[in-house]
């Protein structure tokens, strides 16, 4: 019965690097989702995935933000040419079936440094 | 858009007080609202979820909220705080795809002995 894992939890890189976070949902959850939580504030919806459908990829900031889940469970989030706005702690979570009525597991977050 | 405010960004409260963290929402059609609860490191962990039927809500370690529909509100609150409720709480309101969730900027509470 493990939860939501990410990997890895710390990352720093130097603007301009590209980073690849991520994301182990529980076993058998359909909906993943993507969160931004930059320091002080609330977390912010990225993007969610179906299965291996990502069905809405609005609330990515910018095209070097990039995300995908080929097999149904493991998701991957890219971000190229990182900047240093780009810092804040990525939250990924799973829900068993749609989301609403169903509860998302939060993982416990990768912290995006950028210098 | 469905959206959500807390009206306290830090709540300092001694230990065994009662506390009561505000929310409003903005909606004009049924929402479902959630309280989380955030520990240091820790990712966001559910507290009690609103969807229909009874307006109060009970969740887990003896939180509880209540569903204002008039008032627009779903405050937490809890009669008697631990040191150990130390933490960020975050509401949040269904946004309008159905999926994904709107969160407030969350409010800081510190209990102290």
């Known amino acids: 019965g493990a939860g939501v894992s990410q990997s890895p939890r710390y990352k720093v890189a130097k603007r301009g690097q590209d980073v690849a976070l991520r994301c182990d949902p529980i076993?058998?959850?359909?909906?993943l989702f993507w969160y931004q939580q930059a320091l002080g504030q609330g977390p912010e919806f990225l993007t969610y995935?179906?299965?291996?459908?990502?069905?809405?990829k609005s609330g990515l900031p910018s095209d070097r933000f990039f995300a995908e889940r080929p097999e149904g469970s493991v998701s991957t989030l890219k971000i190229q040419r990182t900047q240093q706005e780009d810092s804040a702690v990525y939250l990924c979570?799973?829900?068993?079936?749609?989301?609403?009525?169903?509860?998302?597991?939060f993982g416990p977050g990768t912290r995006l440094t950028v210098l | 858009a469905q959206s959500v405010t807390q009206l306290d960004s830090q709540v300092p409260v001694f230990e065994e007080a009662p506390v009561e963290l505000r929310c409003n929402y903005s909606?004009?059609?049924?929402?479902?609202l959630f309280w989380y609860v955030q520990y240091p490191n820790q990712g966001l962990q559910l507290l009690l979820k609103?969807?229909?039927?009874?307006?109060l809500v009970k969740g887990i370690n003896g939180f509880e909220a209540e569903f204002n529909k008039s008032q627009t509100s779903f405050h937490l609150r809890k009669p008697s705080v631990h040191i150990s409720d130390t933490a960020e709480y975050f509401c949040?309101?269904?946004?309008?795809?159905?999926?994904?969730?709107?969160f407030g900027k969350g409010t800081s509470l510190l209990v102290t002995p």
């Open positions: 979570a799973s829900s068993l079936g749609l989301a609403g009525i169903n509860e998302q597991f």
């Open positions: 609103y969807l229909s039927g009874s307006t």
């Open positions: 076993s058998g959850h359909v909906s």
């Open positions: 909606s004009s059609v049924s929402v479902y």
């Open positions: 995935f179906q299965n291996e459908a990502q069905l809405d």
């Open positions: 949040a309101v269904d946004s309008n795809s159905g999926y994904a969730l709107n």
